[in-house]
């Protein structure tokens, strides 16, 4: 079970952290991503990591405003989301891959296989301007 956290509301310019925490099974075997969802769009992967060999993927949209990372040790991973904009806004939510063989690229668009991805509910991000 995957459960995503850490969402509101937020000006402008301001940062939020999304946690999702897992149980049931251990990370340690997991890619891990982060997606999202605005009203009337189709799901976007914003940031994936595959594993813990630096291939780390970030949609073009928030390089160098987002950061995924992992505590396989809580069995946790998080998004630290700065300089948040408006068109951040979206229900954003967490998955994992078992076993990921390809990049993290693959994984965050959308190419994984479905029996061997996990999602979390949502948690809602709202930025007003």
């Known amino acids: 079970q995957l459960q995503a956290s850490g969402g509101g509301l937020v000006q402008s310019g301001g940062s939020l952290r999304l946690s999702c925490a897992v149980s049931?099974?251990?990370?340690?075997?997991?890619?891990v991503g982060w997606f999202r969802q605005a009203p009337g769009k189709g799901r976007e992967g914003v940031s994936c990591?595959?594993?813990?060999?630096?291939?780390?993927y970030y949609a073009d949209s928030v390089t160098g405003r987002f950061i995924i990372s992992r505590d396989d040790a809580k069995n946790t991973v998080y998004l630290q989301m700065n300089s948040l904009k408006p068109e951040d806004t979206a229900v954003y939510y967490c998955?994992?891959?078992?076993?990921?063989?390809?990049?993290?690229?693959?994984?965050?668009?959308?190419?994984?296989?479905?029996?061997?991805?996990?999602w979390g509910q949502g948690t809602q991000v709202t930025v007003s301007s």
């Open positions: 998955a994992a891959f078992l076993a990921p063989k390809r990049s993290s690229r693959y994984y965050c668009q959308g190419y994984g296989d479905p029996g061997s991805t996990f």
């Open positions: 049931g099974f251990s990370l340690e075997s997991y890619g």
């Open positions: 990591d595959r594993s813990r060999d630096g291939d780390i």
